[in-house]
């Protein structure tokens, strides 16, 4: 049973390049979850899809960053127009529903360098 | 969201038992405390969840306050493989969505 795959591992963009982020969840799992990891810092959440939907882009920055999770393919963070502060570590999780009872299974992550 | 806070760092020697404290004393009825850790340069994993009772499984024990307005994660036998940084977190059954991470205890496992 494969688990949330996130690819590439490692992605580099120059400033002002385009950034894609893909994310397969565990198999069966419906529920889409993208958190962004600074250097030193904790987890932060950025967006939470289902099925074709977002949920909840409270934690997404205005400008620049979306997030899509079609009916068929991975979900995609996108990051227009990259700057250095965009670098971090983004960790895509997923769960079979949204609930507490359920856990988060987690992604190895992409980390995006800016250069 | 509920905040939890946790001690920045704690050290454990090898084989013996370690005990992660976490407060969360605005807790709601409906908050479910889950743990996690993250092992250097790897993504977040599940440790273990719960909402009232003591919970055990293969990898921790969690230990719930009665109140609720406390938890301990419990590493009955700590390992080298077991430095990692421990997150609490509390997700609420009826709107789980998102959760706040905060900055978790650093363990350093000492052999």
């Known amino acids: 049973n494969a688990g949330v795959m996130q690819n590439p591992r490692h992605l580099v963009r120059r400033r002002g390049q385009e950034a894609r982020l893909r994310c397969s969840p565990v198999?069966?799992?419906?529920?889409v979850y993208w958190y962004r990891q600074l250097p030193e810092e904790g987890l932060k959440f950025m967006v939470y899809?289902?099925?074709?939907?977002?949920?909840?882009e409270s934690g997404m920055p205005k400008e620049r960053f979306s997030a899509e999770f079609p009916k068929e393919g991975p979900s995609i963070l996108r990051i227009q127009q990259v700057v250095r502060g965009d670098s971090a570590a983004y960790f895509c999780?997923?769960?079979?529903?949204?609930?507490?009872?359920?856990?988060?299974?987690f992604g190895s992550g992409t980390r995006l360098t800016v250069v | 969201d509920a905040k939890t806070t946790q001690p920045n760092s704690m050290e454990s020697n090898e084989e013996e038992p370690v005990h992660l404290p976490c407060n969360h004393s605005?807790?709601?009825?409906?908050?479910?405390i889950h743990w996690y850790r993250q092992l250097p340069s790897q993504g977040p994993e599940y440790v273990i969840h719960?909402?009232?009772s003591n919970v055990n499984n293969r990898m921790a024990s969690l230990a719930i306050a009665e109140d609720r307005k406390s938890s301990t994660l419990i590493l009955h036998r700590a390992t080298l493989r077991d430095a990692a940084v421990y997150y609490c977190?509390?997700?609420?059954?009826?709107?789980?969505?998102?959760?706040?991470f905060g900055d978790g205890t650093t363990l350093t496992v000492k052999p």
């Open positions: 999780a997923s769960s079979p529903m949204d609930g507490a009872y359920y856990g988060y299974t």
């Open positions: 198999k069966g799992h419906s529920h």
């Open positions: 899809l289902q099925k074709e939907n977002i949920i909840d």
């Open positions: 605005t807790i709601s009825g409906t908050d479910y």
């Open positions: 719960g909402l009232t």
């Open positions: 977190i509390l997700r609420d059954s009826t709107n789980a969505g998102k959760s706040t």
